[in-house]
C-alpha cells in the first residue's frame, strides 16, 4: 500500500495561487493580510497561520473548506448561518464563476468585506446599493435582492429591540413604502 502524504497548506496555496492566475498582492488583499507575509508564507518563511479568521478566509477565497488545512482548528465563535450567504453561494455556482473571478468583480478595498460575508463572518449588507452591486454580479433578479434587503432589514429591526410583531403594522408601512421606491425608481 502506498502511503499517502497530505500536502503542505503553503503548497495548496501556492497551486491555486498558479491554477487560478491569481497575483500574490491580490490574493493578500482577499485575505486581509500584507504582500509580504503571502511570500513568506509560500516560501514556508514563517509558519502557516493558525489563526482562524485567516484560515477561513484563505478557504474561502479557494472555495474549500478550512478544514483541509492542517493548521485549522474549529473556532468557537458563533458563525453566521444566513440563507441569504447560501443564496449567493448559490449564484455564485450558477453563473459559473470562481470565488476568485466573483471577488475580482469588486473594487480592491470591498473584496476583503464580501469573503467575510461568504465565511459568515459578516451579513449582508443592509446598505440597499451595495447589495444591489452584489446582486448584479450575480444576475440576481431585483425582487429578489429586495427579498434579501427586506429581511436583513427586519434582523437589524429585531437586534436592535424592537418587536416586528406587535409593530408589523408600522414595519410593513415602512417596507411596503421602501418597496415602492426602490423597485419603481428601477423600472424608471
Known amino acids: ?13 501556492s497551486k491555486f495561487l498558479q491554477q487560478n492566475s491569481l497575483h500574490k498582492r491580490d490574493f493578500a488583499e482577499m485575505i486581509g493580510v500584507t504582500l509580504s507575509y503571502v511570500y513568506n508564507l509560500i516560501d514556508e518563511t514563517v509558519p ?3 489563526r482562524g479568521t485567516t484560515l477561513e478566509r484563505i ?24 440563507e441569504s ?6 449564484y455564485i455556482k450558477e453563473n459559473k464563476l470562481t470565488v476568485v473571478s466573483f471577488l475580482k468583480a469588486f473594487p480592491r478595498k470591498k473584496r476583503i468585506d464580501i469573503v467575510d460575508i461568504l465565511r459568515g ?3 449582508i449588507p443592509i446598505d440597499y446599493k451595495e447589495l444591489k452591486l452584489i446582486g448584479k454580479t450575480l444576475n440576481m433578479p431585483e425582487e429578489e435582492v429586495y427579498n434579501m434587503w427586506e429581511a ?11 418587536n416586528i410583531y406587535s409593530n408589523s403594522a408600522l414595519v410593513n408601512s415602512m417596507l411596503e413604502c421602501a418597496r415602492n421606491n426602490i423597485l419603481n425608481k428601477e423600472v424608471r
Request: aromatic residues 4%; glycine residues 2%.
Open 48 to 50: 502557516f497561520s493558525t
Open 121 to 123: 463572518a459578516l451579513p
Open 59 to 82: 478557504a474561502t477565497v479557494m472555495d474549500i473548506e478550512p478544514e483541509e488545512f492542517s493548521e485549522y482548528r474549529i473556532p468557537q465563535e458563533p458563525i453566521l448561518i444566513d
Open 85 to 90: 450567504i447560501e443564496t449567493l453561494r448559490d
Open 1 to 13: 500500500m502506498k502511503q499517502i502524504i497530505p500536502e503542505k497548506s503553503s503548497e495548496k496555496v
Open 152 to 162: 436583513r432589514i427586519k434582523q437589524v429591526l429585531e437586534s436592535a429591540g424592537m
